[in-house]
């Protein structure tokens, strides 16, 4: 039984990583990190977790934290990881930081991106990128994991097997991605009050959103080229699901079945990639709940590009459920320990 | 491994009868009984199923299914499972019922509340109803259990031990009830369409609705005395989640601890019952996707009436979920199995 | 055309104010109060008056305000009002208030139920309860009208009739409301974020709603006796709408058309109370943008009890639109002048 | 006063023409054709109409409404219209026409995507594509107007400038569309279902939508090339609202000034087009229930490329609105008779 401490666990992720490790085998979670909520019952924070949870909210002294855990989950924003980090915390226990403090290698890409300065940049090289389907081996080893975005996690799986085999013009690639309201965080803010949000639809941060460098630097490595891409981020009346409808120009003459088989290479065996049947397309309700990708494509024979989609819980793969996921490979577990999550419908 | 056979596994209660049973460790799903869509891939309709179900849709033979499984579950529109049914049946299986067809001893009420003429009238007194906080033990021995009502389940839990205590003037009992959408299930109709229903509220089958001599009939029983009451449903647009406010006069003087002594006395030791702290009133939310009842009560001194809350996941403890804790205390497995579902939040 | 100022434009029901008043031809808003945002452009904080609204907000200076409009809206929390006015601004301007500082003519009831101390008290029993319907006559002639809250505006009409009329036992009446969620106002809080709300459904305010003395106290005129009720709040997944289902005893045996032919005696000339067809039921949505109220009833000979239930939008008819109408009257002018809203469906 | 029929009143665009045209002070609607419907009250079906339209539904006869109306719209599925057209009818009135049939003139391209033969080709070219700020002078003359699609209108108004001033290269255009459920129209089908659409966001006809070759003949002729396009629709849990997201290349070196000088040229005198300041982004709620499209644009230097985005209700400037400001022009009335809608928040 492995000891987990999570920093944030009153935040929307956090409280996800609550949910899954609840039902995992081999984890126990013994401090529930809580800035804003030190000493109150987190079943009061999270009402679901009544006679579920029984430990109240803990601060974010992650020095006191390395000592008892055997791994300490970051549900944060991001700066927090990176200024708590230190070589006698790794030294002790290993960290998965759901921020993006470690997601990219370049740390002048990040700092101009998430505009601060990042406090820890001397591990920034040994973080690995936590997307399993992709890194798998490296996660295996690592002491401190970065665990992908929400929306980058849908949109580099969905577009990666392509970019991997040189099929599409990597410079007209265009994501345009749709989420749910709950990757916005549970802070007290008027654009996400129940009545600004429902029954509208809006995008934001067009060719300025944070998520942008951390999937041209993950399809970059793809594709063995430098990626400049266009994302642009909704945001849709729904708790959760994101939905990533990519664009990109065919380099080949190919048919359905030659992407197809494409994708079969890469994600055949992968437990939590679902590509559909021909003609059947993502939609986020079919995943909601789960660790599962599900991802499709169309080609236009008319325009010459292919129309690549994908769909996952923004909350669940696309946070928790992954940062789980990566939990079981670093502890040498069974990649789908907790995770056997079936999607709830409707 | 036990047998199971769902006769009306397309519709809402069956697919979530699928979806706890796939995680249920003793029990094995052969036969997805669905009318509509015989010989079609379970997967394909529910694609959340997608590389989890892998079996076609199969017809209601229910002969035959007695041949091949331990338990059928029947979810399925009132008046069909009371035409299937017989001893031969009964004598080679067992059977829970998710429609109204058993759940009413007096068969002349239940006749004229659903409209149709009962069938098979000489198994309703054998018929267990399966409200399993209430009849545990009778349940254990059932060959046919009729589990109970999504509106019932929630209406009754919430005012059974003040029933049954006698504190509450049971001729003044008025339940306000409040539904997601699935309860209407998955036709094809006018009113269930999206935008009928959302951004919409509305109350329906007042002073008529069926639900009403079933709660009437259990509480009945709780308090000893015949039970006439107002039950009003109410459409609101969610998915999942009942709400139910009861209100009564009370009979004696009591407090807040007196009245908390009692729901204690039934409930301390439920799993599934949980008895909320002083002024956390139910929400849905906190239990959507879980088997628990959420209660609590507040007393207007002002009036001297007492108000009653409680709310449960329509779909799980209002249908599948109690199902499949019928069918654990059938079999004699530990009542939770399958069933340990964190609700999800948010 | 008279000159209207508004304190307190840029929460919910303000906005709905500035909304109506646009469309309205004897009123201009020259005054745009908004204590959070001044010099700030309306059209900034409320985007759909982009181009139609060409002014700032301005702060609460009620003495200047007096000496440039006619009327005086004040959509403010509980208390301002009170604080701000006095004989000389009442000498100079007309004030519709749309808290409830003048709504309940007993102070002590007031600051019981609302906590505050009441800052001007010598102008209580002057203010007429604006309940445009039963009150038309005094509203007419009023300096200061105390606008009716949106649960108690909705309640009041639905059982007026039968209350004034005595076929109710008022000891027996229940009031169970469900609201929309932009009752709860602009507020950036916890609870009122999209995915607290969303797919949830909660009670609040349980036996301690301060809407409550306001229903009692109406109520009481109307019967000439003293009304005690319960009155409990819900929350529900939508923007607008409230929906009001109301229970009490019957003291005579009376049929439908007895019923009926009351709510005709009050409400046949209404134009904005709709007394539906019979086993037609009121909906929110029929009423969603529009400042019509719609009623209707059911007897239950099982129970001798009757269940009416009313319908509104809680920003129109439950605020804005009602303050408008007792402007009208107020100023002599055409009562539906700016509110012939058609009801928008979808 | 003009006197309107309406065939297809009870679909969802005919009831918002309804809705729209009771407010006109110069048509009144005197034939609510409703093939459904007939001999019941059009408020019976509609019951936000209750004591504001009473007419009962009538049929489809278009021989006798050409008698007894001037103006006919048809709000109708694909090739009625021109199923039921011929000279006889035009001659003695215009019509409006909101299906598909006379919007496109290669009558072979319409074929192909609506997969019905065309039953009346003579009349495409007479017909006048009635997107009003780009074809008002036609409109002015014309008998017959083909009314746009939803997707279309802000499809082809949100690019149209750029494409006419040809600084946007129209080979790379893609337009990635997401709207609200009220276009899929009132059918009670299966995916149309509250429990299917809500919490849920999908893509659905990609690469083959059936506007695609409308918004590629307008852009065609604003640029004077043959156009090409991706458009790919997506459906989102909310009643009304489309919004687009457009992506193209910039075939010049311009900056943000230079954009907003040529959507200035084209939509400055616009009542129905608001270009809305630098970096405030269009969302579908601020136009809810109006007839106004809101535009604006984001220039991304690191792609060379510029994102537009548009908003519209589906309903009004993409259906009901649209058609009425189309009668308006054909009449010589004033454009914004009847449309003068504030959009309505929240």
Redesign the interface.
């Known amino acids: 039984m492995i000891k987990v401490g999570i920093i944030g666990s009153t935040g929307?992720a956090g409280?996800e990583l609550v949910?899954i490790l609840?039902?995992h085998k081999e984890a126990e979670i013994v401090w529930y990190g809580s800035r804003s909520y030190v000493d109150k019952q987190y079943a009061?924070v999270?009402?679901?977790?009544?006679?579920?949870v029984d430990a109240a909210c803990m601060d974010d002294n992650m020095d006191e934290l390395a000592r008892q855990v055997d791994v300490i989950f970051t549900a944060t924003p991001q700066g927090l990881c990176a200024s708590l980090v230190n070589e006698d915390i790794l030294s002790k226990t290993k960290i998965i930081d759901l921020s993006a403090d470690f997601r990219i290698k370049d740390v002048s890409v990040y700092e101009k991106w998430y505009g601060i300065e990042h406090k820890s940049p001397e591990f920034i090289n040994e973080a690995v990128y936590g997307l399993c389907e992709i890194n798998r081996d490296k996660v295996k080893g690592a002491r401190l994991v970065a665990n992908p975005g929400c929306y980058t996690t849908c949109s580099i799986l969905t577009a990666y097997p392509l970019a991997k085999e040189g099929i599409i013009d990597m410079s007209?690639l265009?994501v345009?991605a749709?989420s749910?309201?709950?990757g916005a965080g549970?802070g007290?803010?008027?654009p996400?009050?129940?009545?600004?949000?429902?029954?509208?639809?809006?995008?934001?941060g067009?060719?300025t959103h944070r998520h942008t460098p951390e999937i041209e630097e993950q399809l970059g490595y793809a594709s063995g080229e430098k990626v400049?891409?266009?994302f642009?981020p909704?945001l849709?009346?729904?708790?959760?699901?994101i939905?990533a409808?990519e664009?990109a120009s065919l380099k080949k003459d190919v048919t359905y079945e030659d992407v197809k088989a494409i994708y079969d290479k890469y994600y055949a065996d992968e437990k939590f990639v679902?590509v559909?049947?021909e003609n059947?397309?993502?939609?986020?309700?079919?995943?909601?709940?789960?660790n599962y990708v599900?991802i499709n494509f169309?080609?236009?024979p008319?325009?010459n590009?292919i129309?690549m989609?994908g769909?996952i819980d923004n909350l669940v793969k696309g946070a928790a459920g992954q940062a789980v996921q990566n939990m079981n490979l670093m502890f040498g577990m069974d990649e789908a320990e907790g995770l056997?999550l079936?999607?709830?419908?409707?």
Not at 46 to 52: A, E, G, K, S, W
Not at 236 to 241: E, I, K, L
Request: with cysteine; hydrophobic share 35%; glycine share 4%.
């Open positions: 929307y409280a949910r609840t039902g009061d999270y009402r679901n977790m009544f006679q579920i007209t265009i345009d749709k749910g309201t709950s549970r007290a803010k008027l996400n009050l129940f009545c600004e949000v429902n029954e509208n639809m809006k995008p934001y067009v060719a400049v891409i266009n642009t909704h849709v009346p729904m708790n959760r699901g939905l409808t664009y679902r559909l049947k059947e397309l993502p939609e986020t309700k079919w995943v909601e709940g789960s599900d169309k080609i236009d008319r325009t590009r129309i989609m769909a056997n079936v999607p709830m419908f409707p």
